[in-house]
């Protein structure tokens, strides 16, 4: 493992084990963990890597007919810069990095109040459901 990669053990049989990141932990997704790291070091958390992928920072955000919202995604190690971006269900991100995208939607310029509290309620209810 590494400092983002740990090993896991199920508390409930089978008791399987498998390799998560950092960001797919559950209790590091709550809104009291914003509050508690420094915003350097929260970037630094949102590196999300996973395989061969990681994230360099998020960009845009738009509706989306199909998946509600979708947010631009700027990747780090592609050669070709119109592999390096690419547009992501914001569900996915949810699930993927909460605590940057938690982070985002909260700061970004590009949605009024009633988008961004319509994104929340929609994000606290995929959480619950």
Known sequence: MNDWVFELTSLVPPHQTKQVHLQRIEYLSGPELLQEIPKKELEELARFYDGNFT???????????????????????????????????????????????????????????????????????????
């Open 55 to 129: 994230i360099e920072r998020l960009g845009a955000i738009r509706a989306h007919a199909r998946h509600g919202w979708e947010v631009e995604v700027h990747w780090q190690g592609f050669e070709d810069p119109e592999e390096a971006i690419t547009w992501q269900p914001i569900d996915g991100l949810n699930r993927d990095i909460p605590v940057l995208l938690a982070k985002y939607i909260n700061e970004t310029e590009q949605l009024s109040g009633e988008e961004r509290a319509a994104i929340k309620r929609r994000l606290s209810r995929k959480k619950r459901g």
